[in-house]
């Protein structure tokens, strides 16, 4: 059984590891990569829950899984936005007066 350091040094070290996923899978398939890891996301989130062990304070796993959703969630916003915005230029910028 982890302690909680040794448990909060786990979740900080695949935070480092699937944010760097993340990123070369958008650098390289855009979009779609994006459900795909959000899917992956979100089933972890639930195999978290359903296993949740009592003795390794499963409230703060659940918790630091559903931040780390809400960090991904906000970072892909972001970065669609700004996608959307380069598509649209070059879509239009031969129409713009």
């Known amino acids: 059984m982890m302690n909680y350091d040794e448990r909060?040094?786990?979740?900080?070290?695949?935070?480092?590891?699937?944010?760097?996923?993340?990123?070369?899978?958008?650098?390289?398939?855009?979009l779609p990569a994006?459900?795909?890891?959000?899917?992956?996301?979100v089933?972890?989130?639930?195999?978290?829950?359903?296993?949740?062990?009592?003795?390794?304070?499963?409230?703060?796993d659940i918790e630091d899984k559903l931040i780390d959703l809400g960090n991904y969630a906000s970072f892909m916003y972001d970065w669609m936005q700004e996608r959307k915005a380069k598509i649209e230029h070059e879509v239009f910028k031969d129409k713009l007066p």
């Open 8 to 30: 909060r040094a786990e979740i900080r070290k695949d935070r480092e590891y699937y944010g760097s996923q993340w990123k070369r899978h958008l650098d390289r398939y855009g």
């Open 34 to 41: 994006y459900f795909y890891e959000l899917a992956g996301i």
């Open 43 to 60: 089933g972890r989130l639930e195999s978290l829950i359903i296993d949740a062990d009592p003795t390794m304070v499963p409230s703060q």
